[in-house]
């Protein structure tokens, strides 16, 4: 199984400024890497597939970089709808598909 | 509009039964794979199993491995989780998520998640 680690657990980010999310696979998964947001009580959304895609409607602000085991999301200039737990997720070496732990993004 | 709507979920007893079901509309459910996706309450997310659209091939995580059984009905555009043996620790909001990618395999990329059901395991 490939073990998905996030880093940092928890962020704390002004609103406005700059958040940079990161994932690690515990071993190759090319660039079959997504990230999702999660906001309290609702489903998770796709933001980002194939490592750097923008799923549809995803704002312009929401980067994702990386390929084999490093990967990061890049929120640009942190909205208050963009406080939420992101995800990610490998969907190469399944099943099963894992999800890293998620990183908190929080208003500093 | 897609939209994916869970039902069956409640409290069961350790070792009781429960089904889940899916109901899906707004796109051509036969044509996805689709997944179940769950997330214990505090906790992160969990893919628990998947079937491809067409041809049924099913998919589990090794803790429901032989308790789990997922089904589908494309003539009612539903997917189903049939959960037996049930532990403590499948207690969990489960969802289901349509693949991104049509006529594949499961591929585990999930752009449509429903609001999940609450299985509860509780004596």
């Known amino acids: 199984e490939t073990v998905m680690t996030q880093s940092p657990a928890t962020l704390s980010v002004s609103p406005g400024n700059r958040a940079t999310l990161s994932c690690r696979a515990s071993q190759s998964v090319g660039v079959n890497l997504a990230w999702y947001q999660q906001k309290p009580g609702q489903a998770p959304r796709l933001l980002i597939y194939?490592?750097?895609t923008r799923a549809s409607g995803v704002p312009a602000r929401f980067s994702g970089s990386g390929s084999g085991t490093e990967f990061t999301l890049t929120i640009s200039s942190l909205q208050s709808e963009d406080f939420a737990v992101y995800y990610c997720?490998?969907?190469?070496?399944?099943?099963?598909?894992?999800f890293g732990g998620g990183t908190k993004v929080d208003i500093k | 509009e897609v939209q994916l709507l869970e039902s069956g979920g409640g409290l069961v007893q350790p070792g009781g039964s429960l089904r889940l079901s899916c109901a899906a509309s707004?796109?051509?459910?036969?044509?996805?794979?689709m997944s179940w996706v769950r997330q214990a309450p505090g906790k992160g997310l969990e893919w628990v199993s998947g079937?491809?659209?067409?041809?049924?091939?099913?998919y589990y995580a090794d803790p429901v491995k032989g308790r789990f059984i997922v089904s589908r009905d494309n003539s009612k555009n539903t997917l189903y989780l049939q959960m037996n043996s049930l532990r403590a620790e499948d207690t969990a909001l489960y969802y289901c998520?349509?693949?991104?990618?049509?006529?594949?395999?499961?591929?585990?990329?999930?752009?449509?998640w429903g609001q999940g059901a609450l299985v509860t395991v509780s004596s």
């Open positions: 998520a349509k693949d991104f990618h049509p006529f594949v395999v499961v591929s585990g990329l999930l752009d449509y």
């Open positions: 194939a490592a750097s």
């Open positions: 707004g796109f051509t459910f036969s044509n996805y794979a």
């Open positions: 079937i491809s659209g067409i041809d049924y091939n099913t």
């Open positions: 997720q490998q969907y190469s070496n399944w099943p099963p598909v894992t």
